[in-house]
C-alpha cells in the first residue's frame, strides 16, 4: 500500500485555489466588489437565456462609437453617463436605432447623466411620464449605435449601461452588485479571521499548557479550573455581547474569537507536557540547572509541534464557522465584505421573497467547502503525526 502525499489530497489543492483567488481574485474583475453593476436581483448568465443581459459600453476620443447588439426585449435601465476633463461644446451624445432613427441623448458636457427612468428625459424624447424610456430606446431587435458626433477636441469617457435581468457567474445581489466579486472578496475576510485567531489562539493555550504541565502545582490548578470555566460557558451569547461591547471591526472580531478558542488546545498540549516532564533527559536538564524558560523553548516545545500543527488546522473551521455567524446575526462590520455579511443581507433583503436563490448558494457552499478543506488537512496532518492514526493514511 502506498501512503497518500499531502499533493494527492483534494483539500491541498482546494486551498491552494482558495488561497490563490483571495490574492489574486479582484483582478478578474474590472469593478469593485461594492460597485453597482447591473440591475438588482439579476440572474446568473447561464440561468435563464432568454431575458436579456446587462451591456456596458465606453466612449473615448479614440473610440468615439460602439455598435450593441440587441435580440431581447426592453432592458430594465437605460443609462448614459459623461465622465468629462471640460466640457465639449459643438459635440452630441447620439443614439442610432436599428432603422437608422437618431435619437439626440445630450450634449456632451462634464456631469451629464440620462436615465431612462428620469421625468425630463422622458419629455425630452416626446414620451409621456408614465412611458418607459429604455423600451423606447430599444423598440426594435437589431443593432444599435452609441456615438459622440460632432466637431471639436474633447477629453473623457461617455459610459452606457443598458441593465437586463442577467449578469455575470453568480448574478447579483439587491444592491446590484456582482455576487462573484463578493464571494471571492469574502475568501481573504475568511481565511485571516479563521488563521489569525487560530494563531493566536494556539499561542495562548500553548503558553498556558506548558507552564501549567511543567510547573504544576498552584499554577496548573488555576489554569485548568480557568479552563473548565470558560468552557462551561455558551459561546454564542458570550461572542455577541463582546461583539456588541467591543465594536464590529475585524481585528475586534479575531480577538473576540482567540480569547474563547484557546482552552482546547491548553489541555492537549498540558497533557503532553506532563508525559514529557518526567523523562529522564528533561530531569537530566534540571540536574545541570538548565533554566526552566530554556527548557520549555528548546525541548518541551518541539515536542508539540507536530501535534499543534494538526489542532491549529482542525481549529481553523471553527473560527470561520464562528465569524460567519455573528456577520450572519449583524454584529460584524457592515463595511468589510464576508460570506456571512452576504448570508445576513440575502436574508434581510428578502432573497426568498425575491426569489434570489443564488445570492445564497455562493457564501453557503464557499463556508462549507473550505470548512471541509481544512478539516480533511486537519486529519491528514493529524494521521502523520499521530502513529496510531497512520493506517488510516494508507491507501
Not at 97 to 124: H, S
Not at 220 to 235: E, H, Q
Given at each position: 500500500?502506498?501512503?497518500?502525499?499531502?499533493?494527492?489530497?483534494?483539500?491541498?489543492?482546494?486551498?491552494?485555489?482558495?488561497?490563490?483567488?483571495?490574492?489574486?481574485?479582484?483582478?478578474?474583475?474590472?469593478?469593485?466588489?461594492?460597485?453597482?453593476?447591473?440591475?438588482?436581483?439579476?440572474?446568473?448568465?447561464?440561468?435563464?437565456?432568454?431575458?436579456?443581459?446587462t451591456?456596458?459600453?465606453?466612449?473615448?476620443p479614440?473610440?468615439?462609437?460602439?455598435?450593441?447588439?440587441?435580440?431581447?426585449?426592453?432592458?430594465?435601465?437605460?443609462?448614459?453617463?459623461?465622465?468629462?476633463?471640460?466640457?465639449?461644446?459643438?459635440?452630441?451624445?447620439?443614439?442610432?436605432?436599428?432603422?437608422?432613427?437618431?435619437?439626440?441623448?445630450?450634449?456632451?458636457?462634464?456631469?451629464?447623466?440620462?436615465?431612462?427612468?428620469?421625468?425630463?428625459?422622458?419629455r425630452?424624447?416626446?414620451?409621456?411620464?408614465?412611458?418607459?424610456?429604455?423600451?423606447?430606446?430599444?423598440?426594435?431587435?437589431?443593432?444599435?449605435?452609441?456615438?459622440?458626433d460632432?466637431?471639436?477636441?474633447?477629453?473623457?469617457?461617455?459610459?452606457?449601461?443598458?441593465?437586463?435581468?442577467?449578469?455575470?457567474?453568480?448574478?447579483?445581489?439587491?444592491?446590484?452588485?456582482?455576487?462573484?466579486?463578493?464571494?471571492?472578496?469574502?475568501?481573504?475576510?475568511?481565511?485571516?479571521?479563521?488563521?489569525?485567531?487560530?494563531?493566536?489562539?494556539?499561542?495562548?493555550?500553548?503558553?498556558?499548557?506548558?507552564?501549567?504541565?511543567?510547573?504544576?502545582?498552584?499554577?496548573?490548578?488555576?489554569?485548568?479550573?480557568?479552563?473548565?470555566?470558560?468552557?462551561?460557558?455558551?459561546?454564542?451569547?458570550?461572542?455577541?455581547?463582546?461583539?456588541?461591547?467591543?465594536?464590529?471591526?475585524?481585528?475586534?472580531?479575531?480577538?473576540?474569537?482567540?480569547?474563547?478558542?484557546?482552552?482546547?488546545?491548553?489541555?492537549?498540549?498540558?497533557?503532553?507536557?506532563?508525559?514529557?516532564?518526567?523523562?529522564?533527559?528533561?530531569?537530566?536538564?534540571?540536574?545541570?540547572?538548565?533554566p526552566?524558560?530554556?527548557?520549555?523553548?528548546?525541548?518541551?516545545?518541539p515536542e508539540?509541534?507536530?501535534?499543534?500543527?494538526?489542532?491549529?488546522?482542525?481549529?481553523v473551521?471553527?473560527?470561520?464557522?464562528?465569524?460567519?455567524?455573528?456577520?450572519?446575526?449583524?454584529?460584524?462590520?457592515p463595511?468589510?465584505?464576508?460570506?456571512?455579511?452576504?448570508?445576513?443581507?440575502?436574508?434581510?433583503?428578502?432573497?426568498?421573497?425575491?426569489?434570489?436563490?443564488?445570492?445564497?448558494?455562493?457564501?453557503?457552499?464557499?463556508?462549507?467547502?473550505?470548512?471541509?478543506?481544512?478539516l480533511?488537512?486537519?486529519?491528514?496532518?493529524?494521521?502523520?503525526?499521530?502513529?496510531?492514526?497512520?493506517?488510516?493514511?494508507?491507501?
Amino acid at each position: 500500500m502506498r501512503r497518500r502525499t499531502l499533493t494527492r489530497r483534494w483539500s491541498f489543492w482546494c486551498l491552494v485555489l482558495l488561497a490563490a483567488l483571495a490574492l489574486f481574485g479582484g483582478r478578474l474583475f474590472s469593478a469593485p466588489p461594492d460597485a453597482e453593476v447591473a440591475a438588482p436581483f439579476s440572474k446568473p448568465f447561464w440561468l435563464d437565456r432568454s431575458l436579456p443581459p446587462t451591456v456596458t459600453a465606453d466612449l473615448t476620443p479614440d473610440a468615439p462609437s460602439a455598435e450593441i447588439p440587441w435580440s431581447w426585449g426592453a432592458p430594465s435601465r437605460f443609462f448614459v453617463a459623461a465622465d468629462m476633463v471640460a466640457d465639449a461644446p459643438g459635440r452630441t451624445i447620439l443614439w442610432t436605432k436599428p432603422g437608422g432613427r437618431t435619437v439626440e441623448i445630450a450634449p456632451l458636457k462634464k456631469g451629464v447623466e440620462r436615465d431612462g427612468r428620469d421625468m425630463a428625459f422622458k419629455r425630452a424624447l416626446g414620451l409621456p411620464p408614465f412611458a418607459d424610456g429604455a423600451a423606447s430606446l430599444l423598440d426594435e431587435r437589431g443593432t444599435y449605435r452609441l456615438s459622440v458626433d460632432g466637431q471639436g477636441p474633447w477629453e473623457g469617457t461617455v459610459r452606457l449601461r443598458l441593465d437586463g435581468g442577467r449578469w455575470g457567474l453568480f448574478g447579483t445581489d439587491q444592491r446590484g452588485r456582482d455576487i462573484a466579486a463578493l464571494f471571492v472578496a469574502g475568501i481573504r475576510v475568511s481565511l485571516l479571521v479563521g488563521i489569525m485567531a487560530t494563531l493566536i489562539a494556539t499561542a495562548l493555550g500553548t503558553t498556558v499548557g506548558l507552564a501549567a504541565g511543567y510547573l504544576g502545582g498552584w499554577f496548573d490548578s488555576a489554569a485548568m479550573r480557568l479552563v473548565d470555566l470558560l468552557l462551561s460557558i455558551p459561546m454564542l451569547p458570550i461572542l455577541m455581547a463582546l461583539a456588541a461591547i467591543w465594536g464590529k471591526g475585524l481585528w475586534q472580531l479575531v480577538l473576540i474569537l482567540s480569547i474563547f478558542s484557546w482552552m482546547g488546545t491548553a489541555r492537549t498540549v498540558r497533557a503532553m507536557t506532563l508525559s514529557l516532564r518526567d523523562t529522564a533527559y528533561i530531569e537530566d536538564l534540571r540536574g545541570i540547572g538548565a533554566p526552566t524558560a530554556y527548557i520549555l523553548r528548546r525541548h518541551l516545545l518541539p515536542e508539540t509541534l507536530p501535534l499543534l500543527l494538526a489542532t491549529m488546522t482542525l481549529g481553523v473551521p471553527g473560527a470561520i464557522l464562528s465569524e460567519a455567524g455573528l456577520s450572519f446575526l449583524g454584529l460584524s462590520d457592515p463595511r468589510v465584505i464576508s460570506w456571512g455579511r452576504m448570508l445576513h443581507e440575502a436574508q434581510t433583503f428578502g432573497t426568498f421573497t425575491a426569489g434570489a436563490w443564488w445570492m445564497l448558494l455562493p457564501p453557503g457552499l464557499g463556508i462549507a467547502v473550505l470548512c471541509l478543506a481544512f478539516l480533511d488537512m486537519g486529519k491528514y496532518l493529524e494521521e502523520r503525526t499521530d502513529p496510531r492514526l497512520r493506517g488510516g493514511a494508507l491507501s
